[in-house]
């Protein structure tokens, strides 16, 4: 196994940890994680702010290891599975656990799974057809909204909520409307790969 897929793996250890940690019931089992007053009127819990650091380690693997596999030609079949894998256990898996929480609206992962649902059906498809799309210019500026967006949040969003301004919140609801972009780009990109010969020449 060579390093960036090592690289990928470990975010996947990763995300698997921060998901169990959020997941798990602590106060039922008689532990109780430090909290923090922050200028008189935010309290903040440290197990989100350990979760935002483990998040921000794997976002930035995820960077690594894109960029040692393709500057020393190591990309292979087996990471571009595993860093798909990643993305959707560390995104998808801690927005549903935000959601609950109530950090953002439930409507967020469902239409962030769902877009994702359709974009892996049109690539297996365009695959099967030898046809693969590169990720658009929508699509980065997702990913770049969505990490930036979610780690603001696991940090209470400091230090914009001590001037009252949800920075983090704004930022996924973006990434959330260039998702739902970026997939019917993808659509279109790759329909004539999938859609029935006399649709087609219409």
Known sequence: MNLPNKITITRIITAIIILIMLMIPWHNMGITFPTFLIAGKITIDLKYIIAGVLF???????????????????????????????????????????AYDGFISIAIPVIIITRDIFVDSFKMASGNKGKVVGASIAGKAKTMCMMTGMALTL??????????????????????VLSVISGVQYYYNTKDTFLPEKENKA
């Open 56 to 98: 921000v380690i794997a976002a930035l693997t995820d960077f690594l290891d894109g960029r040692i596999a393709r500057s020393k030609n190591l990309v292979t079949d087996f990471g571009k599975v595993m860093d798909a894998i990643a993305d959707k256990v560390l995104v998808n898996g801690l927005l549903i656990i935000m």
């Open 155 to 176: 940090f209470y969003n400091l230090p914009f909520e001590l001037i009252g301004i949800n920075i983090g919140y704004a930022l996924i609801i973006i990434a959330t």
